[in-house]
């Protein structure tokens, strides 16, 4: 599986981002897709999930009502809404993907690039 993630940026505080990642070649083997982030000098901690073929989706408490994960299989691609953004949401941002039903990092099997996320006070 290829991950290719894009969308972040620089926006000041309580704007929005939108992040995207596309998947390519072995997608019939994802069963869940996460976003995840590290900030310098922290690990790398869940941010939101979704099921590939499913409707579940998960979203880290820091984040609820202001991300939202969402999914195109049309496009094979997932999305991270960001809105309400707050300094401490300053990170490097993964998309990445599970062969399980998970939102722990070490499930998850092939990971994107990141992109850089920067919120300004």
């Known amino acids: 599986v290829q991950l290719q993630a894009c969308g972040g940026g620089l926006v000041q505080a309580g704007g929005s981002l939108r992040l995207s990642c596309a998947a390519s070649?072995?997608?019939?083997?994802?069963?869940?897709m996460g976003w995840f982030r590290q900030a310098p000098g922290k690990e790398r901690e869940f941010v939101a999930a979704c099921s590939w073929r499913g409707s579940n989706t998960a979203h880290a408490d820091s984040v609820k009502g202001r991300f939202t994960i969402s999914r195109d299989n049309a496009k094979s691609t997932v999305y991270l809404q960001m809105n309400s953004l707050k300094p401490e949401d300053t990170a490097v941002y993964f998309c990445a993907s599970s062969p399980h039903v998970s939102t722990d990092v070490l499930d998850y099997n092939y990971w994107g690039k990141g992109t850089q996320v920067t919120v300004s006070s």
């Open positions: 070649g072995r997608t019939y083997s994802i069963n869940y």
